[in-house]
T-cell receptor, first 110, second 114 residues
Framework: DGGITQSPKYLFRKEGQNVTLSCEQNLNHDAMYWYRQDPGQGLRLIYYSQIVNDFQKGDIAEGYSVSREKKESFPLTVTSAQKNPTAFYLC?????????FGQGTRLTVV | QQQVKQSPQSLIVQKGGISIINCAYENTAFDYFPWYQQFPGKGPALLIAIRPDVSEKKEGRFTISFNKSAKQSSLHIMDSQPGDSATYFCAASMIYNQGGKLIFGQGTELSVKP
């Protein structure tokens, strides 16, 4: 099956810990994105990458980091510097602007 | 600055009625306007998309209308069904600029009552 795979589906983090969210795609898309979703706020762009080994900050990049070492993979690390990390995180890839989303990772700080 | 403004925030429609969601765009450079449908706990899925040189696009019960001069778009869901209950997002991007990254509206939570 072609698509975007995010893992894990649910993730619990203790305060002060870094966690990494996985995103893999087999659609052969160059561009990949990370969005954060909070109730009533839509989807806000964290980071995006148009090509391997290159990425740009989105609107809310503070407290997050990414890497793009392979075309298929775009992991997101939520660092301890992110003060309010509890949210639903969505990864997407796109050809031109037609984006396909994964099923999301729900991160909860405990 | 909010570049894509969506309304209403929530909408309740009776089964068989018409659901209408509106979107306004601040940036005249946008050249691609998709609408996404999201069910609880799932990722958004592309519903229908339109380019600025097209004023209307229809796919089944779903129709997008686009007014380039007013920088506005609307999604109409005809004969709304309970299975249409979901959150709908409008979005915009510049296909050949900024990597085609999508800017989303705040979303509209649609509830269709049987």
């Amino acid at each position: 099956d072609g698509g975007i795979t995010q893992s894990p589906k649910y993730l619990f983090r203790k305060e002060g810990q870094n966690v990494t969210l996985s995103c893999e795609q087999n659609l052969n898309h160059d561009a990949m994105y990370w969005y954060r979703q909070d109730p009533g706020q839509g989807l806000r762009l964290i980071y995006y990458s148009q090509i391997v080994n290159d990425f740009q900050k989105g609107d809310i990049a503070e407290g997050y980091s990414v890497s793009r070492e392979k075309k298929e993979s775009f992991p997101l690390t939520v660092t301890s510097a992110q003060k309010n990390p509890t949210a639903f995180y969505l990864c997407a890839s796109s050809f031109l602007a037609e984006a396909f989303f994964g099923q999301g990772t729900r991160l909860t700080v405990v | 600055q909010q570049q894509v403004k969506q309304s209403p925030q929530s909408l309740i429609v009776q089964k068989g009625g018409i659901s209408i969601i509106n979107c306004a765009y601040e940036n005249t450079a946008f050249d691609y306007f998709p609408w996404y449908q999201q069910f609880p706990g799932k990722g958004p899925a592309l519903l229908i998309a339109i380019r600025p040189d097209v004023s209307e696009k229809k796919e089944g019960r779903f129709t997008i209308s686009f007014n380039k001069s007013a920088k506005q778009s609307s999604l109409h869901i005809m004969d709304s069904q309970p299975g249409d209950s979901a959150t709908y997002f409008c979005a915009a991007s510049m296909i050949y600029n900024q990597g085609g990254k999508l800017i989303f509206g705040q979303g509209t939570e649609l509830s269709v009552k049987p």
